[in-house]
């Protein structure tokens, strides 16, 4: 079966910092040097000499950077960013002039909180976008020049990277997606991600391959989704990243049918979740199974769904829609088997394809840990206008 690719026609997001945590920063090769974290903001102090410094990235061509700050205080000439390595022998930096607060940039068009502006920011700007940036190097460096000076105060929510030039429709959607995130993301690890604003399933481990197979990315309303044709569609995960840990999965699901006899949303032979009648079932072993109450779920209408489960397989359904917020459903910790270690997590089949998904999928993250419920519905109200 042929191969497709899971994106649509957009720039593609190759490099993503959520600030989490100063492990969660190494983990992705960072160094961070007087930082502190809290809440999922990274925090840099001018005065601490506060960087943090990527060495593993080789970057050459066009792109696009994605700042989001909680906060920012410029001191003279402040570096957001800066691509020219250790020896200044690369090009591409941004930086915000004090005391006039303009974010200049190497080269590149500037968005401020998602519209296009050479104005000044004020202290309501949260999202600073700038595309079409002429990069070549091999380092990055948050919050400070190559050349270890040029320090700021700022509080980093998140810094993204993409391939080529995103589109002034592309930035508004980023900026309005921010301006709906009233909430820090949860501090334990998300290890996979369907992205709804790029399309793009993303492996939060970076030591896996995805590969969509008969996989279509559409754009469904504001933002996109994964569509499954109930016949031979999947997206390969690469390896059992869930195994036997305790998990945490959100999905915004839209099932038209069982699909292909009971159609699977996630499968590595062990940890499944399943599409019935207007409902689904969960499982870690596939001996014993949870599930919401029948008819909770219906089709042909997007639904809020989470799924905790511990490393006892102590099971909780979560459930809700565009207008109800999340709640438990079927009955808290339900008794879903012992985790059990299984084949490479699969998205919309198993991996015979041979139980395919029929219908949509507006987001799915599965997170390593037990979100709690008012977590989870952080993750619903950020979430619920895409819908």
């Known amino acids: 079966m042929a191969k497709e690719s899971l994106k649509p026609n957009s720039p593609e997001c190759i490099f993503r910092e959520t600030f989490n945590s100063e492990q969660a920063t190494r983990d992705l090769g960072g160094v961070p040097t007087a930082v502190t974290y809290l809440n999922g903001v990274g925090s840099c102090v001018a005065a601490s000499s506060s960087y943090i410094r990527y060495p593993q990235l080789n970057l050459k061509g066009t792109y696009s950077i994605r700042i989001r700050v909680a ?44 519209v296009a502006s050479s104005a000044a920011l004020t202290s309501s700007n949260k999202e600073i976008v700038v595309t079409g940036m002429t990069i070549s190097g091999s380092e990055i460096y948050f919050n400070g020049r190559y050349s270890i ?15 080529g030039t995103l589109s002034a429709s592309q930035v508004a959607l ?7 995130q009233n909430f820090k993301s949860p501090t334990i690890n998300c290890l996979i991600c369907l992205d709804s604003f790029t399309g793009v399933i993303k492996d939060n481990t970076f030591s896996n391959t995805i590969t969509p197979t008969n996989t279509n990315v559409v754009m469904d309303g504001s933002s996109y989704a994964m569509n499954l044709n109930g016949a031979d569609s999947k997206v390969d995960c690469g390896s059992d990243i869930v195994g036997t840990k305790s998990i945490t999965t959100c999905i915004w699901v839209r099932a038209n049918s069982v699909g292909e006899t009971a159609g699977r949303i996630i499968d590595n032979s062990k940890c499944v979740l399943y599409t019935t009648v207007n409902s689904l079932v969960f499982t870690r072993d596939f001996v014993s199974f949870a599930s919401p109450v029948a008819s909770s779920i219906p089709f042909g ?35 879903g088997g012992t985790p059990a270690a299984g084949t490479n997590v699969i998205i919309g089949n198993n991996t015979g394809q041979t139980r395919t998904f029929d219908g949509d999928i507006k987001m799915v993250r599965i997170f390593e840990g037990i979100l709690s419920i008012e977590e989870i519905t952080q993750i619903w109200s950020a979430t619920k206008y895409l819908i």
Do not use: C, H, W
């Open 149 to 163: 000076q040029n320090f700021g105060t700022a509080g980093y929510e998140l810094v993204e990277i993409y391939e």
């Open 301 to 335: 209408k997007y639904n809020f769904v989470a799924i905790t489960s511990t490393s006892t397989g102590s099971s909780t359904f979560y459930t809700g829609n565009k207008k109800v917020n999340p709640i438990i459903n079927g009955g808290a910790g339900q008794a």
């Open 174 to 180: 980023m900026a309005k997606n921010a301006q709906n």
């Open 71 to 114: 906060s920012i205080t410029p001191v003279a000439a402040s570096i957001l960013i800066d691509f020219r390595g250790t020896a200044g022998t690369g090009t591409g930096q941004i930086q915000i002039t004090s005391p006039t607060l303009v974010v200049s940039p190497s080269n590149g068009t500037v968005y401020i909180d998602g």
